[in-house]
């Protein structure tokens, strides 16, 4: 009988993965509740006219990627393509708006779009998502931007840069757009299949393209830049003038537009120079107009997602975690000696140590080879006459070092063995 394997876009996280999605999510989570942002979790499935109104029919995420179907009460139900037009939909829901002030948001979680599988893209695929609902201040821009930067530099990223731009209000659009079509429509014949498709629904983006052909048409194009009224060239300079204040590097990208119809003003990207092809790490950008467009009131909001997907690829080839943080791995041999390892092993994890015990009842040999392998800083060692004694050989695994000591001081070593893990994993 053929076996059932995952579906084709969609990939199992195994051990050995999850203790760096695991110290992702912790990071995160400690950095983002010291600037005061809550998280909340909205559900996987929305109405499909949340995405249809909120993320802009003519883009290629509404027309060509979402996962929609009709359940069984005839509704049009779609697996959510990106998180920010639920998370607002649930901000307008229970009017989390007129409790006042500003709303400080984060949601982790996977997120679906049909398209082609690749390294570090997947059809199911995870995101980190911040938004800062409630403040139109170019300071709300820069405090969201610096927060992404922060993140990724906690976790050890270095070749990043971070490209910004401002794709203005809607009339800024509006006169750039016209300007764009006039420019692209005598190119149209030497344009991919895609940006021809784009030039009447949604010309900018064609300036996204990576065809290299439409890449070296637009080039020349206008500027979107060259189009912003007084207002959104004020919000522009201020949001840089920030960023210098934080001593947060950037460089302009005129050609830097987001996929979503939702964008207004700041649109950003920050990019690894590991990644390849797939080089953002994290994008987002200002939406003054979705919640009033998802029938909510006139608020300014900013936000940015990263895939967790690249994130984890850039890490691992960065080699910023080990495939297990054991400190202690236990190995017994005997009836006696596994009831007493079982017990041990218990009091150690209380005392606040990872604690592996070896299940497996094979001659020591083949246990201390495997707890050579965990990762562990020392080994604890039980036969049948340290159980009947009370005691335990205490081994380091680094230096070969044994000891042997009564139950209950193995259980006061706890404090010298987490100082060794951290000195091991941290370094001088």
């Given amino acids: 009988m053929t076996s059932i394997q995952a579906l084709r876009g969609t990939r199992d996280i195994l051990p050995e993965e999850t203790p760096l999605w695991q110290q992702i999510e912790a990071t995160a989570r400690d950095i983002l509740q010291r600037a005061a942002y809550r998280e909340i979790r909205p559900p996987m499935i929305e109405q499909t006219e ?98 992404a ?74 500027s979107l ?62 939406y003054d107009g979705l919640v009033s467009q998802l029938g909510g009131p006139e608020t300014p909001a900013i936000g940015w997602a990263i895939g967790l997907e690249r994130l984890t690829l850039l890490l691992k080839q960065l080699q910023t975690q080990a495939s297990k943080l054991m400190d202690v791995y236990v190995v017994s041999r005997g009836d006696a000696a596994e009831r007493a390892a079982l017990r041990i092993a218990q009091d150690l994890r209380q005392t606040g140590l990872a604690v592996e015990m070896d299940l497996s009842g094979a001659a020591f040999g083949k246990q201390f080879k495997r707890a050579d392998r965990s990762g562990a800083v020392a080994c604890v060692i039980l036969g049948d006459s340290e159980a009947d004694q009370g005691t335990a050989q205490l081994k380091w695994l680094a230096t070969g070092e044994q000891v042997e000591l009564s139950q209950a001081a193995l259980l006061e070593t706890a404090d010298q063995i987490k100082a060794t893990a951290i000195a091991l994993r941290t370094g001088p």
């Fill in 50 to 147: 949340l995405f249809a109104r909120g993320i802009g029919e003519a883009t290629d995420v509404v027309g060509k990627e979402m996962y929609t179907f009709t359940d069984r009460g005839e509704r049009s139900i779609t697996l959510r393509p990106e998180i920010t037009a639920g998370l607002v939909r649930s901000v307008i829901e229970h009017k989390l708006i007129a409790q006042g002030g500003v709303q400080r948001l984060w949601h982790v979680g996977p997120a679906f779009r049909y398209e082609r599988p690749q390294a570090g893209r997947q059809r199911q695929f995870h995101q980190l998502d911040v938004e800062l609902i409630g403040s139109g201040a170019p300071r709300a821009d820069a405090e969201v931007i610096a927060l």
């Fill in 149 to 222: 930067a922060t993140l990724l530099t906690t976790l050890g990223l270095k070749s990043l840069t971070l490209d910004i731009n401002s794709v203005g209000n809607g009339s800024d659009r509006q006169r750039y757009r016209e300007a764009l079509i006039a420019f692209l429509t005598p190119h149209r014949a030497d344009l991919d299949a895609d940006s021809q498709d784009r030039l009447e629904r949604n010309p900018l983006r064609v300036l996204d393209s990576k065809d290299a052909t439409t890449q070296a048409i637009v080039q020349d194009a206008p």
């Fill in 225 to 286: 830049l060259d189009y912003l009224s007084e207002d959104s060239q004020r919000h522009f300079d201020q949001v840089q003038q920030c960023l210098s204040d934080l001593d947060i590097p950037y460089q302009l990208n005129p050609r830097l537009v987001r996929g979503l119809d939702y964008y207004t003003h700041t649109a950003f990207e920050i990019q690894s120079a590991d990644l390849g092809a797939q080089a953002t790490v994290c994008g987002g950008g200002r």
